[in-house]
């Protein structure tokens, strides 16, 4: 179940242009994750937020670790 849900919300943000997610070895469970802030009124524009997310196999039920 955990990987159906991961696919498609990776699916769903890999089609945004505020993020650039990509998967760790093809794992559905690690992602390298990219968030650009795209409001030029934040302080934030500009930046670039890097992270790696972690999914356990019960996921949605507990969370991720970054």
Do not use: C
């Not at 390298?32 to 999914?55: E, H, R």
Request: net charge negative; no cysteine.
């Amino acid at each position: 179940m955990a990987e159906k849900i991961l696919m498609a919300e990776y699916k769903a943000l890999s089609k945004e242009p505020w993020t650039n997610i990509e998967l760790v070895n093809e794992n559905i469970f690690q992602w390298n994750v990219a968030l650009i802030p795209l409001n030029s009124d934040s302080a934030y524009y500009g930046w670039y937020f890097q992270a790696k997310m972690t999914f356990p196999r019960d996921y949605p039920y507990h969370p991720p670790g970054m």
